[in-house]
């Protein structure tokens, strides 16, 4: 009953209403030029504030909340002023996470990412990192930075940007969301992740690249029991739009968690994008069907390849238990199949809603997550056939760096791009009342976003980023950002002590665990990789 009432008059927009009403008493009581037409002048134009809100293309949260929107823009006016008290009333109760909305903000809008007066960062403070600069800088050509995807058994490699759109969702992203990601992908010529919702019509529209994401649902290649449908997969694979195929076994924000978009919400959009039945609640299991053994993943890879003609496919995955992901490299190695890359998602990510206990608790970071995995290739001799991707808080240059100086061959962001749609950070994502429209399928809502100008702003969010990164390899007496390494970022361990990151993270040698003896190695080497098989992820 209350969601009829809100479509037909939205509470949002209460605050216009009041005006035109006052405006209107105010008119009644009009004499000369008195009390009655200050506030006939007042509310008159206070109404017509309103109707140019409901009117601009650029901002979403005044489309959505006119008049009273404007409350929020006054208080981030006078923030130099109240730092303290944004710090401290910050929904994530970090400077860090305002500094980086701010900051893609800025990029997305094209206004200048410039600050004056220094580092508001505290220096000494312990797990402070910065880059190292050369006194020989280089100069690049282009910030169009580059890394081809494509193992020995791909037919079809893509020249993949090293910043790209991460898992959403149609269904957790509104309609006008998706489209702007894959408008602004289209013209910036990088890659957007479908997410585990399958390839909708609003990610076909505009013809941005697609990293088509396949997760324990099988959204859009299954059956009606829910079970890998091969022509289904096929049909959608074969699409010239699809470049890369991505098996996701967990996700940084509920790893070893299922999910449930519940009936009321799977729209007949969402239901088409999905395969799923209409108003029926949409089960995503904790685990996979298609296979239940490191070796049957393996041969799963290889079928999916196989079927969408050759193109990169691989997998996503927060690391978990370490002797599971080295069961999975043992069946590499043991049926010569490999995925042609890996995504390494940071259990610090995640853009929607997730029980907090899995949101804080479960799953290892990017950096410990990312390093296994890299040293581990490297360990068996396998690092150079397959790509590595990672996510998790990543929206910066130096975020974007720092990743790949651990072992990323390329970064994938989802808040970024969110905050380049507008995003405020509500955390409101589950409730679908988005205040910008971006996570909502409330048709009234998601008209706020106005696609053309979130377009845009996803590609100067994406160039703009490129160009902060291209002037760190510069900075760096470099030529690309693949070549940054552990040995160029520093971190403060405390007061008086700085250590390379080279220096603090572990190190394995190529082909070290391909010899008889690995107890030489960090201890996660030595003790669970003996005891990892191939034809199962638990230990022996």
Same mark, same amino acid.
């Given at each position: 009953?209350?969601?009829?009432?809100?479509?037909?008059?939205?509470?949002?927009?209460?605050?216009?209403?009041?005006?035109?009403?006052?405006?209107? #008493?105010?008119?009644?009581?009009?004499?000369?030029?008195?009390?009655?037409?200050?506030?006939?002048?007042?509310?008159?134009?206070?109404?017509?504030?309103?109707? *140019?809100?409901?009117?601009?293309? *650029?901002?979403?949260? #005044?489309?959505?909340?006119?008049?009273? /929107?404007? +409350? *929020?823009? !006054?208080?981030? %006016?006078?923030?130099?002023?109240?730092?303290?008290?944004?710090?401290?009333?910050?929904?994530?109760?970090?400077?860090?996470?305002?500094?980086?909305?701010?900051?893609?903000?800025?990029?997305? %809008?094209?206004?200048?990412?410039?600050?004056?007066?220094?580092?508001?960062?505290?220096?000494?403070?312990?797990?402070?990192?910065?880059?190292?600069?050369?006194?020989?800088?280089?100069?690049?050509?282009?910030?169009?930075?580059?890394?081809?995807?494509?193992?020995?058994?791909?037919?079809?490699?893509?020249?993949?940007?090293?910043?790209?759109?991460?898992? !959403?969702?149609?269904?957790?992203?509104?309609?006008?969301?998706?489209?702007?990601?894959?408008?602004?992908?289209?013209?910036?010529?990088?890659?957007?992740?479908?997410?585990?919702?399958?390839?909708?019509?609003?990610?076909?529209?505009?013809? /941005?690249?697609?990293?088509?994401?396949?997760?324990?649902?099988?959204?859009?290649?299954?059956?009606?029991?829910?079970?890998?449908?091969?022509? %289904?997969?096929?049909?959608?694979?074969?699409?010239?739009?699809?470049? !890369?195929?991505?098996?996701?076994?967990?996700?940084?924000? %509920?790893?070893?968690?299922?999910?449930?978009?519940?009936?009321?919400?799977?729209?007949?959009?969402?239901? =088409?994008?999905?395969?799923?039945?209409?108003? +029926?609640?949409?089960?995503?299991?904790?685990?996979?069907?298609?296979?239940?053994?490191?070796?049957?993943?393996?041969?799963?890879?290889?079928?999916?390849?196989?079927?969408?003609?050759?193109?990169?496919?691989?997998?996503?995955?927060?690391?978990?238990?370490?002797?599971?992901?080295?069961?999975?490299?043992?069946?590499?190695?043991?049926?010569?199949?490999?995925?042609?890359?890996?995504?390494?998602? /940071?259990?610090?990510?995640?853009?929607?809603?997730?029980?907090?206990?899995?949101?804080?608790?479960?799953?290892?970071?990017?950096?410990?997550?990312?390093?296994?995995?890299?040293?581990?290739?490297?360990?068996?001799?396998?690092?150079?056939?397959?790509?590595?991707?990672?996510?998790?808080?990543?929206?910066?240059?130096?975020?974007?760096?720092?990743?790949?100086?651990?072992?990323?061959?390329?970064?994938?962001?989802?808040?970024?791009? !969110?905050?380049?749609?507008?995003?405020?950070?509500?955390?409101?994502?589950?409730?679908?009342?988005?205040?910008?429209?971006?996570?909502?399928?409330?048709?009234?809502?998601?008209?706020? #976003?106005?696609?053309?100008?979130?377009?845009?702003?996803?590609?100067?969010?994406?160039?703009?980023?490129?160009?902060?990164?291209?002037?760190?390899?510069?900075? =760096?007496?470099?030529?690309?950002?693949?070549?940054?390494?552990?040995?160029?970022?520093? *971190?403060?361990?405390?007061?008086?002590? +700085?250590?390379?990151?080279?220096?603090?993270?572990?190190? +394995?040698?190529?082909?070290?665990?391909?010899?008889?003896?690995?107890?030489?190695?960090?201890?996660?080497?030595?003790?669970?990789?003996?005891?990892?098989?191939?034809?199962?992820?638990?230990?022996?």
């Amino acid at each position: 009953m209350l969601e009829r009432l809100n479509a037909l008059y939205p509470v949002r927009y209460t605050a216009l209403a009041l005006c035109v009403l006052g405006a209107l #008493l105010s008119l009644f009581t009009l004499v000369g030029f008195g009390v009655g037409g200050l506030y006939f002048l007042l509310f008159t134009g206070l109404s017509a504030l309103g109707w *140019r809100d409901l009117r601009q293309t *650029r901002s979403s949260l #005044l489309r959505n909340y006119p008049v009273i /929107g404007h +409350v *929020r823009f !006054m208080l981030e %006016k006078i923030r130099p002023e109240m730092r303290q008290y944004f710090i401290e009333s910050d929904n994530e109760a970090t400077p860090f996470s305002r500094s980086q909305r701010s900051l893609a903000y800025a990029r997305a %809008k094209g206004e200048t990412d410039k600050r004056p007066f220094g580092t508001q960062l505290d220096v000494q403070a312990d797990g402070h990192e910065w880059l190292n600069h050369s006194l020989a800088p280089t100069q690049i050509a282009s910030h169009d930075f580059r890394v081809t995807i494509g193992g020995p058994a791909c037919t079809q490699p893509y020249e993949s940007s090293v910043f790209n759109i991460s898992a !959403m969702s149609f269904g957790a992203l509104s309609a006008h969301a998706i489209q702007a990601l894959n408008a602004g992908a289209r013209r910036g010529g990088f890659a957007h992740d479908t997410g585990e919702g399958s390839i909708s019509a609003w990610h076909r529209l505009h013809g /941005g690249d697609l990293i088509w994401e396949i997760g324990s649902g099988y959204f859009g290649c299954r059956d009606e029991a829910g079970l890998f449908n091969e022509d %289904k997969f096929k049909a959608h694979a074969l699409e010239p739009q699809v470049k !890369m195929i991505e098996v996701k076994l967990s996700q940084g924000a %509920k790893p070893g968690h299922g999910g449930v978009l519940p009936g009321p919400k799977v729209t007949p959009e969402i239901a =088409a994008a999905r395969g799923v039945p209409t108003g +029926v609640d949409c089960v995503s299991p904790a685990a996979h069907s298609a296979f239940a053994t490191p070796m049957e993943l393996l041969h799963f890879i290889a079928r999916l390849r196989t079927l969408s003609g050759g193109k990169p496919t691989g997998f996503k995955l927060c690391i978990g238990h370490p002797w599971e992901w080295f069961a999975i490299v043992k069946a590499m190695l043991e049926t010569g199949i490999t995925p042609d890359f890996i995504v390494v998602d /940071g259990a610090e990510g995640g853009t929607g809603a997730a029980p907090l206990e899995f949101t804080d608790h479960v799953g290892a970071p990017l950096q410990e997550g990312l390093r296994l995995v890299h040293n581990t290739l490297v360990g068996v001799n396998l690092r150079d056939r397959i790509k590595l991707g990672a996510s998790g808080k990543i929206v910066s240059a130096f975020d974007v760096a720092r990743a790949i100086a651990i072992g990323a061959d390329w970064c994938n962001s989802a808040r970024g791009f !969110m905050f380049a749609l507008g995003c405020i950070q509500a955390q409101s994502c589950h409730t679908g009342q988005c205040p910008t429209g971006v996570t909502t399928q409330d048709p009234i809502r998601q008209q706020a #976003l106005v696609v053309p100008d979130k377009a845009v702003r996803v590609f100067n969010f994406h160039q703009q980023t490129l160009h902060a990164l291209q002037e760190l390899v510069q900075a =760096a007496g470099l030529q690309h950002p693949g070549e940054i390494t552990a040995h160029h970022i520093v *971190r403060r361990v405390n007061e008086n002590d +700085v250590r390379l990151l080279a220096t603090l993270l572990p190190e +394995v040698p190529a082909g070290a665990l391909l010899q008889a003896s690995v107890k030489d190695l960090h201890n996660v080497y030595a003790y669970y990789w003996p005891q990892a098989r191939a034809d199962r992820f638990g230990l022996i």
